[in-house]
């Protein structure tokens, strides 16, 4: 063998160790968490790395819990609220941000960033003084709310991004057709912002789905708790005994609508995240 | 009939004036081409027709009503974009009727409009294409097709043949003045390139600096352009320029330049003094050449051969070489020294502004008669 080609072989062996290392580094913690689940209890701490034989004992027990199904079903109606109203929110103020030109314009934008800057615990008691004051305590809506805040900074910011990169004269080309604002931004603008409607609103969805500090801190009982709260609070048979099995099946059971999402929208997303071509 | 007139327009951004008192009338049925430099102002200009920029003094009026503050669909104009800006998401036919939707049309009226529409612009059997799927010069038709749909009287065009290439630029050129003449409407043409100005308008407006330079019929323009500019701007290569100065003024002009020497041109210079800077243009097709005499003479410094035609350049001295226009097989080389004649008929001659002497006499020459041997500068 030449060096060139042994050359040539080892890079490329070395190239496939590090993709290795890398699936196994991310896939691992969820493969791990799938098989757990799939044991009874009794083969909890016997250590191996196959789904021998298959149990769904846990899964069954997860889904016979009432409040879990609530649970999923608040997360759910939770999140798709969030993803509406950010989505809707962002891209009118992306219209504006991305094609107006007006005086400051970029501090808005600057401090639409700065605020996402906070992290999560320092406004924590003060949204918690004003979810009180709404009167939105344990309810759902108070978690809309929050997790709208949080999310719209980031969504208006790549809504901004994307609209601005549409050309120019397809707005002038709308008005010269006799279009409003409004018709413009629907009709003209936004099918042409789907791949990036679709990224952010997924990305929101995730964000929404997953948080755990506000939906603890905002709800108070069973029937208004979203998911991660849920499982957190899975308790087991005594206060010593950790229920390693229900939790991993409620864990599987909460992260399968997320990747078939993904998967479903996976073309959109790298077509958004890669649009711009948009030359007519 | 008066379709459109510009009275005293200005228009400026941030602290620059990009148009100053722009004025200007055009008639129904007229092929108006603006042309000019670039960050002349033109686009301005027919933004502000359009109605997608703001007018900030004086008045447009379409059909003698003010119309500074309407909005760009209730003024009557169709508008065609550089980059065509077709909608991408939506077929040929959603292209053409998306006005005439959004205007509310009756279903049946707006399909026969959009089939009519693309009809005479042979698009029939793209109608349910995307825009991606079409050609450039097809594109082009669409973007038409769209600002015709909802039958405007005025048709607005920005350079929309710059992005198409060369041959395919010929032919659209054609087919605008071929829609012309069947539309009938108002058309107004912004455009950098002068063969486009010259072949499609029934009058060009030159513009420069925000300002109107010179508005004429395309021939009025070349034979008699009022400003250095003008003369300068158009024709290809472009005229050539001699400094002279004003040696006797005059109702006829005795006028001392280097390469002419001394010569007696039928401009009126009556109001200046003697000893003025001017300038002398004669455009390259109205030199000739002849072969000279021992060391006299300009010499030959570059030939260019086009096919058709050779442009022959000589050396004044000045920083631009002169270029004549001769026939290909005229056999002149580099090196040569040759004797320049030059029809006096034809002569511009320039004030220290760049503003054009008032001819005299030459209106009244006789058509077919030589200039006057004396009259004919020879080197």
């Known amino acids: ?280 | 009939m008066i379709k459109l007139k510009l009275d005293n327009v200005n228009k400026q951004l941030g602290g620059a004036r990009i148009l100053r008192d722009v004025s200007l009338e055009i008639s129904a049925g007229e092929f108006v081409v603006f042309v000019g430099p670039s960050g002349c102002g033109k686009s301005t200009l027919l933004r502000l027709i359009a109605g997608l920029d703001s007018i900030c003094g004086g008045d447009l009026l379409i059909d003698g009503r003010r119309v500074n503050d309407l909005e760009p669909r209730e003024r009557g104009v169709g508008m065609v974009f550089q980059s065509y800006a077709l909608y991408p998401h939506m077929s040929v036919y959603d292209n053409i009727g998306f006005g005439l939707k959004l205007a509310k049309t009756e279903k049946t009226s707006l399909r026969e409009r959009v089939l009519k529409t693309a009809q005479i612009l042979q698009l029939d059997k793209l109608l349910q294409r995307k825009p991606r799927e079409l050609s450039g010069g097809q594109r082009q038709r669409v973007a038409m097709g769209r600002a015709m749909a909802r039958e405007p009287d005025i048709l607005l065009f920005d350079e929309p043949l710059s992005n198409l290439d060369a041959s395919l630029r010929v032919q659209m050129r054609n087919e605008i003045a071929r829609l012309h003449g069947r539309l009938g409407s108002t058309m107004i043409y912004v455009t950098h390139d002068q063969v486009e100005a010259m072949t499609l308008a029934d009058k060009i407006v030159v513009l420069n600096g925000g300002r109107i330079e010179q508005v004429g019929s395309p021939r009025e323009l070349y034979e008699r352009p009022a400003s250095r500019f003008v003369a300068g701007f158009l024709g290809s290569p472009r005229m050539n320029f001699l400094a002279a100065f004003l040696h006797a003024p005059g109702e006829t002009s005795q006028v001392e330049s280097l390469v002419l020497g001394r010569t007696t041109l039928p401009v009126d210079s009556s109001d200046l003094a003697a000893n003025t800077q001017l300038s002398l243009g004669i455009r390259p097709e109205h030199l000739s050449l002849k072969a000279a005499q021992g060391t006299t003479g300009l010499v030959v410094s570059g030939v260019e051969y086009l096919g058709s035609e050779t442009y022959v350049h000589l050396d004044t001295g000045q920083d631009e070489p002169m270029v004549c226009r001769c026939e290909v097989n005229a056999g002149w080389r580099i090196g040569d020294r040759v004797e320049l004649q030059l029809d006096i008929d034809n002569l511009h001659v320039f004030d220290a502004h760049g503003t054009a002497l008032k001819r005299r006499a030459i209106e009244s020459l006789p058509a077919g008669v030589a200039p006057h041997p004396a009259s004919a500068g020879v080197l």
């Not at chain 1, 948080?211 to 603890?216: G, P, S, V, Y």
Request: hydrophobic share 55%.
């Open chain 1, 1 to 280: 063998m030449s060096p060139r080609l042994l050359k040539k072989t080892l890079l490329r062996l070395g190239f496939w160790c590090l993709i290795g290392i890398l699936l196994v580094y991310a896939v691992f913690p969820f493969y791990y968490a799938i098989v757990t689940s799939l044991k009874p209890s009794s083969a909890l701490f016997q250590v191996s790395y196959w789904i021998d034989n298959p149990d769904f004992s846990n899964y069954a027990a997860v889904l016979n819990q009432a409040s879990f199904l609530r649970a999923i079903g608040n997360s759910l109606v939770v999140a798709l609220c969030v993803v509406t109203l950010a989505l809707f929110l962002s891209l009118t103020a992306a219209y504006a941000l991305g094609r107006v030109k007006f005086r400051g314009r970029g501090p808005v934008l600057m401090m639409v960033l700065g605020v996402s800057m906070f992290p999560q615990v320092a406004v924590l008691s003060g949204l918690f003084e004003v979810i009180r004051a709404l009167g939105l305590y344990n309810t759902s809506w108070a978690l809309i709310l929050s997790y709208t805040i949080f999310t719209l900074p980031f969504t208006v910011w790549v809504l901004t991004t994307f609209m601005g990169q549409l050309p120019h004269e397809l707005e002038e080309a709308a008005i010269m057709d006799g279009a409003s604002p409004w018709v413009t931004l629907t009709r003209v603008l936004l099918p042409l912002l789907w791949p990036a409607l679709v990224t952010t609103g997924l990305l929101a969805f995730i964000a929404a789905w997953n948080e755990f500090l506000f939906a603890l801190t905002f709800t108070l009982t069973d029937s208004q708790r979203t998911v991660p709260v849920a499982i957190a609070l899975i308790s087991g048979g005594s206060p010593h005994e950790l229920p390693w099995g229900l939790l991993m099946a409620a864990s599987v059971l909460v992260t399968v609508p997320l990747v078939i999402l993904v998967l479903i929208f996976q073309r959109r997303i790298v077509s958004g995240l890669t649009a711009g071509a948009l030359k007519g």
